[in-house]
């Protein structure tokens, strides 16, 4: 079936660096756009990074631009979310999507807290 895990998530301090992984199975990886959204204490969920099966799009949030990088390995089936400079609103729950058409499937989050 299929299945999306993600990794990575914990404590860090302000201004400190996180790498997230997300890693699919049951489904064809390399056909998907991969995107990473996030949903902090009290707040709806937020599209951070956008990375398209071509490469032809990388898109941002406005408040992790400079900051974040998203990249992917399909060999591996992976989508990674590199956080650098992390500050205290970036405290959320980070969730990969994966994207085709109708097909849309989540994984089950990983926290991300960042804190002194």
């Known amino acids: 079936q299929v299945q999306l895990v993600e990794s990575g998530g914990g404590l860090v301090q302000p201004g400190g660096s996180l790498r997230l992984s997300c890693t699919g199975s049951?489904?064809?990886?390399?056909?998907?756009?991969m995107r990473w959204y996030r949903q902090g204490p009290g707040k709806e969920r937020e599209l951070v990074a956008t990375f398209t099966t071509a490469g032809d799009k990388l898109d941002y949030a406005d408040s992790v631009k400079g900051r974040f990088t998203i990249a992917r390995d399909n060999a591996k089936n992976t989508v990674y979310l590199q956080m650098n400079r992390l500050k205290p609103e970036d405290t959320a729950v980070y969730y990969c999507?994966?994207?085709?058409?109708?097909?849309?499937?989540w994984g089950p989050g990983t926290q991300v807290t960042v804190s002194s």
């Open positions: 049951g489904f064809t990886f390399s056909l998907y756009t």
């Open positions: 999507n994966a994207h085709l058409l109708r097909y849309n499937y």
